[in-house]
């Protein structure tokens, strides 16, 4: 074989390497996208959903549209005491995406094995959670007594759509109720309740370390 033909040949052989590996297409790419899109709203009312109306309040991060940082939330709930009405106790908890956020998980499960039902998928994402009742956290509940004596104002913002990470904070007080939903990286992360959130989830992760130190 001259030369020429065998140039011809090694350029065929090529094409042909090319034409049975294609690269992956728009619609391709299109389809993981939705996917993951779809099966992250599912997991998101699953694991990290809207308050009950028993909370008393509840915050959420999620790290949307990069979905890098782990989603993350705590509820705190009343429970009033069987024996005592005039009372009642504070439990707290708290689930956070685990190691990774759950959109990078659903990732990983699609290129794995995009075929799955939905309650499969479900039971493969990861999420870490614990409860902590105020009793075993005496910060804990420092920091709920203090978010009573906070005044119910919303921030003051015209920010409509959140392009970057949000924080959703819920809250009730006797007839009165607030919901706010903010841009996590804008000016309104300064805004007291939010800040009170950041110190309940530091308080919050700290009693649950120490509390797993004790036999």
């Given at each position: 074989?001259?030369?020429?033909a065998?140039?011809?040949?090694?350029?065929?052989?090529?094409?042909?390497i090319?034409?049975?590996?294609?690269?992956?297409?728009?619609?391709?790419?299109?389809?993981?996208?939705?996917?993951?899109a779809?099966?992250w709203?599912?997991?998101?009312v699953?694991?990290f959903?809207?308050?009950?109306?028993d909370?008393?309040?509840?915050?959420?991060?999620?790290?949307g549209?990069r979905?890098?940082?782990?989603?993350y939330s705590?509820r705190?709930?009343?429970f009033?005491?069987?024996?005592?009405?005039?009372?009642s106790?504070?439990?707290?908890?708290?689930?956070?995406?685990?190691?990774?956020?759950?959109?990078?998980?659903?990732?990983?499960?699609y290129q794995?094995?995009?075929?799955?039902?939905?309650?499969a998928?479900?039971?493969?994402?990861?999420?870490?959670?614990?409860?902590?009742?105020e009793?075993?956290?005496?910060?804990?509940?420092?920091q709920?007594n203090n978010?009573?004596?906070?005044?119910?104002?919303?921030?003051?913002?015209?920010r409509?759509?959140?392009?970057?990470?949000?924080?959703d904070?819920?809250?009730?007080?006797g007839?009165?109720?607030?919901?706010?939903?903010?841009d996590?990286?804008?000016s309104e992360?300064?805004?007291?309740?939010i800040v009170?959130?950041?110190?309940t989830?530091?308080?919050?992760d700290t009693?649950?370390?120490?509390?797993k130190?004790?036999p």
């Amino acid at each position: 074989m001259d030369i020429t033909a065998q140039r011809r040949w090694a350029l065929l052989a090529e094409l042909a390497i090319v034409m049975c590996f294609p690269a992956p297409s728009h619609s391709q790419e299109d389809t993981q996208e939705k996917w993951m899109a779809r099966h992250w709203s599912r997991a998101l009312v699953h694991f990290f959903p809207q308050p009950d109306a028993d909370d008393f309040v509840a915050y959420r991060f999620l790290d949307g549209p990069r979905h890098e940082i782990p989603e993350y939330s705590f509820r705190v709930v009343q429970f009033s005491v069987p024996t005592d009405r005039e009372h009642s106790v504070m439990v707290a908890y708290v689930r956070e995406a685990s190691p990774q956020s759950l959109y990078e998980q659903l990732g990983t499960i699609y290129q794995r094995n995009p075929s799955l039902s939905d309650h499969a998928v479900q039971k493969l994402l990861k999420v870490r959670h614990f409860r902590i009742p105020e009793s075993k956290c005496p910060a804990l509940k420092t920091q709920l007594n203090n978010f009573v004596h906070f005044q119910f104002l919303p921030p003051k913002t015209d920010r409509m759509e959140l392009a970057g990470p949000s924080e959703d904070l819920w809250a009730t007080d006797g007839d009165i109720s607030i919901s706010l939903s903010i841009d996590a990286g804008g000016s309104e992360k300064n805004f007291p309740m939010i800040v009170w959130a950041h110190e309940t989830r530091q308080i919050l992760d700290t009693c649950y370390a120490q509390l797993k130190k004790k036999p």
